[in-house]
């Protein structure tokens, strides 16, 4: 990110080295020296830190980085705007605003900052919300023509911002952290869905990203990123940040002491497959906690639970599940061969999940016999998806293909296991019961995919571990902000007969950001027209009305008015 200023190109001897790239002239300092003492040579280690002004060489337009390692570099004043928008959004903000003092995000921030850097990690939040942004740069544009927390509504640089980053102290999120779980509900059992995800760094050199099994792999260094959330509450509880190297499966049992650490005692674990392993699983109970996990319905744990109770439930009205159409039933059976431990296998088998699968199983066949038979006569060897479904017959020389036979066995068995899957239990629960509380991690799933989505985080646009960390707080506000927009708007929505299509989180704040206030001739502003009947109606979904919007315009004109003597 490439601040809004200029500075002299510093003085480093033997330390800049500048790289042209696509026309620019870039300056990168070397921060550190690592000697392989196989090779028998020094490796440097450099950062970019800005590119050179092409009608001043001595000049440079300095990035983050550049604050990072010349902390006591002389810069110039920061700009300011004395200039605010004439066209003021507000319907946005008046909504964040009192979610925000609701949660009690206030009240927790500045018990640990002071208040303008609070008030600006709300700005921050806000505007990543509204603006499905986390790019610095492009802040001061939002904060021109939009109502802000800042003391005064003070516009910041993105210089400012970037600074801001760097220098957010690491204690901040911890301590977050540990308040915001200390005022949670810990008498009743609390269901908690737990999911991950990588994220990209584009650039400098943070210390936790690291080449591992990126989701989508960008051919970048990668950092994890998971959230635990409450699904009966729907809000998110705590986030961890981890190496890119370290899988889903083996930060689990952090993450479980994680939640001990917090004070959680009554917790349920809903899990997608991806976590099942006996260590997971065995630590989630010995911690006194319960596990409700997806399996697949061929996994071999399975597999013969499937086959031994086929046929004896999916046409019963006794196990019918008309909310989601599904039959289902629970049977309870040890968890390994062997082990004391047994679980509750909830069984269920879907119609419809049937003829879908079985339209993909008899696809992939046709596809894989029909590339086995442009191999006739060629020298092939094949791997073991295909010598599952196929005998592989070859020449007298073993080597070339003579032609392919279909394990009819096989693929019938596996047609036939289509449309069933289960839901493993540690609580004694009901078919019925393990499928509601698991569905009610698919809310919990939108929530977590709206981080990248709608919150601008697929990319983290930082390039220091301190910059880094400030970003992931900030995002973490957003999500809690974001989630009790979604939650608010999904209860409203049940209780109306038919369900418009703006009470969408992306749509409403759309509608939202068109209650505006402009500035007239006597510099005071005021709002530009009245309330929407649609925009009554989001706002009902918050417990406001047009009169709540009213007064919050009134409050910002005042609060304006002030900041000019």
Same mark, same amino acid.
């Given at each position: 990110m490439f601040l809004d200023f200029k500075v002299k190109i510093p003085d480093a001897p033997g330390k800049l080295v500048r790289k042209n790239r696509k026309g620019?002239?870039?300056?990168e300092y070397e921060y550190e020296r690592t000697y392989d003492p196989v090779k028998q040579y020094t490796y440097p280690k450099r950062a970019s830190i800005g590119r050179v002004d092409p009608e001043d060489p001595t000049m440079m337009t300095p990035n983050s980085n550049f604050l990072k390692y010349f902390p006591d570099a002389e810069l110039p004043e920061e700009k300011s705007r004395d200039n605010r928008s004439p066209y003021l959004h507000i319907g946005a903000y008046a909504v964040l605003h009192k979610l925000a003092l609701e949660s009690g995000l206030d009240k927790i921030l500045l018990k640990n900052m002071e208040e303008k850097d609070a008030m600006l990690l709300l700005d921050l939040a806000l505007y990543s919300i509204v603006s499905e942004n986390n790019a610095a740069q492009y802040y001061p544009d939002y904060a021109y023509d939009h109502a802000l927390f800042t003391p005064e509504m003070r516009i910041y640089s993105d210089s400012h911002l970037s600074d801001f980053l760097r220098k957010m102290d690491p204690q901040q999120p911890v301590l977050f952290l540990n308040e915001w779980n200390s005022s949670r509900n810990k008498r009743q059992k609390i269901y908690v869905s737990y999911d991950s995800t990588n994220k990209s760094c584009q650039a400098g050199d943070i210390d936790i990203a690291e080449y591992g099994n990126a989701k989508v792999d960008e051919g970048q260094p990668i950092f994890n990123y998971s959230v635990a959330f409450d699904t009966n509450n729907r809000e998110p509880l705590f986030y961890e940040r981890y190496p890119g190297s370290i899988n889903d499966v083996s930060q689990l049992t952090c993450m479980i002491d994680k939640a001990r650490g917090y004070g959680y005692k009554k917790l349920g674990f809903i899990l997608d497959r991806g976590y099942f392993s006996r260590k997971n699983l065995t630590h989630i109970v010995q911690n006194g906690y319960s596990y409700l996990i997806m399996m697949k319905g061929m996994k071999r744990l399975v597999r013969d639970i499937v086959l031994s109770e086929m046929g004896t439930f999916e046409n019963s009205r006794r196990h019918y599940n008309d909310r989601y159409d599904r039959y289902g039933i629970t049977l309870r059976r040890a968890l390994f061969p062997g082990d004391e431990q047994e679980a509750y296998f909830h069984l269920?088998?879907?119609d419809g999940k049937a003829y879908g699968e079985k339209q993909r199983i008899k696809e992939r066949i046709r596809q894989m016999g029909k590339y086995l038979n442009d191999q006739v006569g060629r020298e092939r060897v094949f791997g073991d998806t295909f010598e599952k479904y196929f005998y592989l017959h070859y020449e007298k020389d073993g080597k070339t293909f003579k032609f392919a036979e279909e394990k009819t066995k096989v693929i019938e068995e596996e047609l036939s296991l289509a449309g069933y899957f289960v839901i493993l239990s540690s609580d004694k629960l009901t078919a019925r019961e393990? +499928? *509601?509380?698991?569905k009610g991690r698919d809310a919990s799933e939108k929530l977590f995919r709206s981080d990248k989505s709608y919150l601008g985080n697929r990319t983290m646009r930082v390039a220091s571990n301190e910059a880094q960390s400030a970003k992931i707080f900030i995002q973490f506000i957003a999500l809690i902000l974001r989630c009790r927009i979604y939650t608010d708007l999904k209860a409203k929505c049940e209780s109306m007969t038919k369900r418009p299509n703006y009470m969408t989180?992306?749509?409403a704040l759309k509608e939202l950001?068109?209650?505006?206030?402009?500035?007239? +001739? *006597?510099?005071?502003?005021r709002l530009d027209h009245a309330v929407t009947k649609t925009q009554k109606t989001i706002l009902s979904a918050f417990g406001m009305t047009d009169g709540n919007i009213k007064g919050k315009a009134k409050e910002i004109e005042k609060l304006l008015q002030e900041g000019k003597r």
């Amino acid at each position: 990110m490439f601040l809004d200023f200029k500075v002299k190109i510093p003085d480093a001897p033997g330390k800049l080295v500048r790289k042209n790239r696509k026309g620019q002239t870039y300056i990168e300092y070397e921060y550190e020296r690592t000697y392989d003492p196989v090779k028998q040579y020094t490796y440097p280690k450099r950062a970019s830190i800005g590119r050179v002004d092409p009608e001043d060489p001595t000049m440079m337009t300095p990035n983050s980085n550049f604050l990072k390692y010349f902390p006591d570099a002389e810069l110039p004043e920061e700009k300011s705007r004395d200039n605010r928008s004439p066209y003021l959004h507000i319907g946005a903000y008046a909504v964040l605003h009192k979610l925000a003092l609701e949660s009690g995000l206030d009240k927790i921030l500045l018990k640990n900052m002071e208040e303008k850097d609070a008030m600006l990690l709300l700005d921050l939040a806000l505007y990543s919300i509204v603006s499905e942004n986390n790019a610095a740069q492009y802040y001061p544009d939002y904060a021109y023509d939009h109502a802000l927390f800042t003391p005064e509504m003070r516009i910041y640089s993105d210089s400012h911002l970037s600074d801001f980053l760097r220098k957010m102290d690491p204690q901040q999120p911890v301590l977050f952290l540990n308040e915001w779980n200390s005022s949670r509900n810990k008498r009743q059992k609390i269901y908690v869905s737990y999911d991950s995800t990588n994220k990209s760094c584009q650039a400098g050199d943070i210390d936790i990203a690291e080449y591992g099994n990126a989701k989508v792999d960008e051919g970048q260094p990668i950092f994890n990123y998971s959230v635990a959330f409450d699904t009966n509450n729907r809000e998110p509880l705590f986030y961890e940040r981890y190496p890119g190297s370290i899988n889903d499966v083996s930060q689990l049992t952090c993450m479980i002491d994680k939640a001990r650490g917090y004070g959680y005692k009554k917790l349920g674990f809903i899990l997608d497959r991806g976590y099942f392993s006996r260590k997971n699983l065995t630590h989630i109970v010995q911690n006194g906690y319960s596990y409700l996990i997806m399996m697949k319905g061929m996994k071999r744990l399975v597999r013969d639970i499937v086959l031994s109770e086929m046929g004896t439930f999916e046409n019963s009205r006794r196990h019918y599940n008309d909310r989601y159409d599904r039959y289902g039933i629970t049977l309870r059976r040890a968890l390994f061969p062997g082990d004391e431990q047994e679980a509750y296998f909830h069984l269920y088998y879907s119609d419809g999940k049937a003829y879908g699968e079985k339209q993909r199983i008899k696809e992939r066949i046709r596809q894989m016999g029909k590339y086995l038979n442009d191999q006739v006569g060629r020298e092939r060897v094949f791997g073991d998806t295909f010598e599952k479904y196929f005998y592989l017959h070859y020449e007298k020389d073993g080597k070339t293909f003579k032609f392919a036979e279909e394990k009819t066995k096989v693929i019938e068995e596996e047609l036939s296991l289509a449309g069933y899957f289960v839901i493993l239990s540690s609580d004694k629960l009901t078919a019925r019961e393990a +499928l *509601d509380l698991y569905k009610g991690r698919d809310a919990s799933e939108k929530l977590f995919r709206s981080d990248k989505s709608y919150l601008g985080n697929r990319t983290m646009r930082v390039a220091s571990n301190e910059a880094q960390s400030a970003k992931i707080f900030i995002q973490f506000i957003a999500l809690i902000l974001r989630c009790r927009i979604y939650t608010d708007l999904k209860a409203k929505c049940e209780s109306m007969t038919k369900r418009p299509n703006y009470m969408t989180v992306p749509a409403a704040l759309k509608e939202l950001e068109k209650i505006v206030m402009i500035r007239q +001739l *006597d510099g005071c502003y005021r709002l530009d027209h009245a309330v929407t009947k649609t925009q009554k109606t989001i706002l009902s979904a918050f417990g406001m009305t047009d009169g709540n919007i009213k007064g919050k315009a009134k409050e910002i004109e005042k609060l304006l008015q002030e900041g000019k003597r």
